[in-house]
């Protein structure tokens, strides 16, 4: 059975509005050291797995972090754009993982200095993921 980062990433690899953009740039809760922009970094931040009289009713609630990273703001935000596309109330399936809503809490730009003249920019999501193991 697979687990959710895995559901998410097979998700954002096969909408074609974000493999336009960033190709196989999708990395799981760090970018590579020498990383090619733009690209996109993704991490499961929680999970609560609600139980309904002391049993396992199957259902979890995730809290996840989508950014999209690139060299210029516009570059960021269109990045931004399609991983809403592609996550925003989506219904999916992947290896076991049924994903059955995606609800987006959170957008928030910012920057990051890689040395003293050099800025990348960053649009951070975050979603709340309801899926069934």
Known sequence: MAELSEALYSRLQAVSGVTALVGTRVYPLRLPQAVTYPAVRYQVIDEERPGALDADIG??????????????YLAAKQLATALRAALR????????????DAELLVVQDET???????????????????YRE
């Open 59 to 72: 259902l979890v609630w995730a809290r996840v972090q989508l950014d999209s990273y690139a060299a210029t």
């Open 89 to 100: 109330r989506a219904a999916w399936t992947e290896d076991g993982v049924q994903v059955q």
């Open 112 to 130: 990051e200095e890689l040395a003293p003249d050099r800025l990348v920019y960053r649009v951070r999501h975050d979603f709340r993921v309801c």
